[in-house]
């Protein structure tokens, strides 16, 4: 591994169903973030960790949850996914440091019916 | 409410310079950072200000000035390989990231 990795790299859903989406960080970095990519919107923050064992809440966090169990994995789920989690997500890191630049992942296409 | 300006799509001629254009209030700044995109693909760092001026990197550059809250980025002999979006964030006061909604630049032969 290196640098970040997502899985699945694209899906389709049925509406009401369960769905998580993985991330896996292999540069150590402390902070960790997931992202919605909508056409015509800048990226919108959903959740982010700081730190392993601590989450917070970003600007559209409603419907998903996420967990920091340990410093390189962040998985977002969707507990009952509705058409309007249509998107692409994206995951990123950084090391909470300095410029703390913010280094993404390739990114979910997910698609709800 | 926060805000970052950008312009939805230029065009450009190949060995060309563009200057792409940022625009933002915020609640507090921490930084100001632009990213590139790929049709399909991650967004890729490019540069930080966080103080007023220049900042040169090969054929890109950024410029910031802090109280005019503008920003913007110049990209000088433009290759087709340029063709993409790019990404304008500031970090706020709660030091997060807040995204515009990105420039298209489309660059022709």
């Known amino acids: 591994i290196a640098g970040i990795t997502q899985a699945p790299t694209s899906q389709i859903l049925a509406a009401g169903r369960r769905m998580t989406l993985r991330c896996t960080q292999d540069?150590?970095?402390?902070?960790m973030y997931w992202y919605r990519q909508d056409l015509g919107l800048g990226l919108r923050l959903i959740h982010y960790?700081?730190?392993?064992?601590?989450?917070g809440k970003g600007e559209v966090p409603d419907g998903y949850s996420v967990s920091r169990a340990n410093t390189d994995d962040f998985p977002l789920t969707l507990a009952s996914a509705v058409p309007s989690q249509t998107s692409v997500y994206f995951c990123?890191?950084?090391?909470?440091?300095?410029?703390?630049?913010?280094?993404f992942g390739p990114g979910t296409r997910l698609t709800v019916l | 409410g926060q805000n970052i300006d950008q312009p939805t799509e230029m065009t450009a001629t190949e060995g060309a310079i563009v200057q792409i254009n940022c625009t933002y209030q915020?609640?507090?700044?921490?930084?100001l950072f632009w990213y590139q995109q790929h049709a399909g693909e991650a967004p890729t760092f490019l540069s930080y200000?966080?103080l007023d001026g220049l900042e040169e990197k090969g054929r890109f550059s950024s410029f910031l000035s802090r109280s005019k809250g503008y920003s913007y980025l110049l990209l000088k002999e433009l290759q087709m390989k340029d063709s993409a979006s790019y990404l304008c964030?500031?970090?706020?006061?709660?030091?997060?990231?807040?995204w515009g909604a990105g420039t298209k630049l489309i660059i022709k032969p």
């Open positions: 990123a890191s950084s090391d909470g440091q300095g410029e703390d630049t913010q280094y």
């Open positions: 540069m150590r970095h402390n902070a």
């Open positions: 960790s700081n730190t392993a064992g601590t989450t």
């Open positions: 915020t609640s507090g700044f921490n930084g």
């Open positions: 200000n966080v």
């Open positions: 964030a500031v970090r706020d006061s709660n030091y997060q990231l807040i």
